[in-house]
Structure formats: C-alpha cells, structure tokens
C-alpha cells in the first residue's frame, strides 16, 4: 500500500512536520494518508428472552455462531450501524435499548462495539453472510462455536447483567492469541 | 481522491460484487478502498473536583476550550488513545476509571468518545496543540467558547452524573449544524 490516493504517484512512509507517527505522505501533491482503527458495530437482540444469533457464511471464522455486526460506513450513527447490519445478516428488525459493550483489539486495529435491544417482530432469515440465523436461549448458546473473542465476551457480560435485571457498559481490550 | 493506493492506477467509483456500497475500486489489481468513520478519544479528567480542559492552538475551533482528544491510532487500545492524547495536549498523566460518553456525528463520519478519570499528579502544560491547559472547577466551565457539541454534551452529562456520586455511560448524535 504505497501510492498516492490523490494524484496516484508514490507515497513515501515519514513522520510529517508536527506529527510524531510515519504516514503515507505524496512527495507530488503532499497528500498524507491517515490509516485509523475501524469500528465493527453489533448488537445483542433479544426475543422473548432468546438471543439473535447468526451462523457465518464468510472467512473469517465460516461457520461460526456471531452476534449480528459489521464494519460501520461514513455517513451512519453507531446505532443506525447496529440495526442496518441486523437486517442484512438476520433479515431481522432491531429496536436499540442502549450501547453495551466495546472491545478494543488494538492487533487488528478495531473496535467491536455492541448495542443490546428488542426485536421488534419474531421474524428473521439469514442474509447473504449468514448460512442460517436462530434464536438461542441462554442456556443453549453454543459456546464452543462462537465466532469471535469478543462475541463471546460480549454474550457472557449480557447473561451475568441480565438476572440482575440491570444492565452495565462493559468495555474490555483483547491481546493477540498466542500458541 | 480517485487512485489505488496498492498500485496507482486510477480507480472506480462502484459496488463491488456482494456489496451495496460504491467503494474506489482499481481496474488494474482488483484492490478495494474502504472508507469507514474515525474515532476521536478523549477524556474528562479530574483533580480534586476541577477537569481538565485544554485550549485548541490548531484549527478548527483555534482559541476555543476543550476536553484533551484526538484521533485514535491504530496499534492502540481505546482507553490507551485516550491517556495518550491527555499526555501529548496537556501535558497530563491520567487514570482512567471508565468509558463515560459516546457521540455519532455521521455526518462527517466520526464517532467522538470519552472516557472519564483522574489526573495522577497535579502537573500538566499545554502541548504543540494546545495554546493553554488548566482546571476548571464546574461552577467556571467556560460554556461559551467550549470548542465542540460533543465536548459540551460530554460536560453536561458529567456535571449532571457527578452530583449523584454515580456516572452512566452516556450516548448522543449530532445532526449537522443549521442556521
């Protein structure tokens, strides 16, 4: 990754005058190209007590059981992120309650930020990257084929809150997995 | 902004296959450049009653006061972004105690988020970014020339919290300003 996104000519990767980090500057046309952390916006969609998960019908992790999520576009609000990737996935519609948790996994160079809410109808069926997409009690959610660290930190957060009947903002940083 | 950052060749405007976004696309190599909102962390930070808060020496908003925040980095956690740019505009060490509040501004596609916390020592001194830093006690916010919505809601909502001995984690959008 290497040439100008303005004017197509080489970059050069130095530290610009009152920066302190190396970007992708443009020798021609001084274009600097900032690379910053995405945001993967999700949410925890309940029904009837039932959680709204979705089987994934891309790499990574195909195959695995995920929380409906996505990379957030320009131009959206977090939540409208939540509900726009609950529909694509899950072919279902979300009524957001509140942020609940953010993950920060500084290896990849994201955030995972997860709302919880209420379906508003029991209806779902699986989008183009979801191979199929259920409701799982509590105690029928399959562990051991989650997708993601932090899908699974995020469904272990709202299980502990939610006999509790009062929900928390929890937030946690994920290291590289190691052996 | 029209030229593939993996080999120069101009680029394409158009959605690519199993997307519903137009992205850049490059007609040579096939590479796709995604564009997606930036974070901007940043943190209330307190000693002894009184928050920090720093006055802009850069545009936009020069001369105006506002919480220590900056765009988060990739290789850093959220909170690490946060304590990183209270040190680099203020010269400041901070603790952080929890995620506090969130703001969508999607239209110019970031996402403003704060933490809250408490300075470690009671130094601190204005940054290249910063033409002054000081605390104010809550009674002498300088709400007129604050520098940013956010950092105004943000404010607002840990001076409401702070009374009650107990914060929330608080979340708001920002429509584009009119008028």
Redesign the interface.
């Known amino acids: ?10 970059g050069q990767h130095l530290i610009p005058p ?1 920066d ?2 190396p970007r ?1 500057v443009c020798p021609r046309c001084g274009h600097i ?7 993967v916006v999700g949410c925890v969609a309940e029904w009837e007590g039932r959680i709204l998960l979705c089987r994934r019908a891309i790499a990574p992790r195909l195959g695995y059981w995920t929380l409906p999520a996505g ?10 992120a939540a509900r726009r990737e609950t529909q ?1 996935e899950a072919g279902a519609l979300v009524r957001i309650d ?2 609940f948790a ?1 993950v ?1 996994i ?2 990849i ?1 994201q ?1 995972h930020f997860f709302y919880r809410g209420q379906l508003t109808t029991p209806d779902y069926a699986a989008g ?1 990257e979801s191979l199929e997409v259920a409701l799982f009690h509590p105690d029928t959610i399959p562990w051991d084929d989650l997708s993601f660290r932090s899908v699974r930190y995020c469904l272990e957060a709202y299980l502990r809150d939610k006999p509790q009947g009062r929900f ?2 929890h ?1 946690h ?1 994920l290291p590289p997995l190691t052996g």
């Open positions: 990754m290497s040439f100008c996104i303005a004017c197509g000519a080489a009152g302190n980090l992708l190209h900032y690379e910053n952390p995405r945001m990379f957030m576009e320009n131009g959206e609000s977090a939540a409208a694509e509140a942020p953010m920060s500084a290896h160079n955030i183009e928390g903002f937030e940083e």
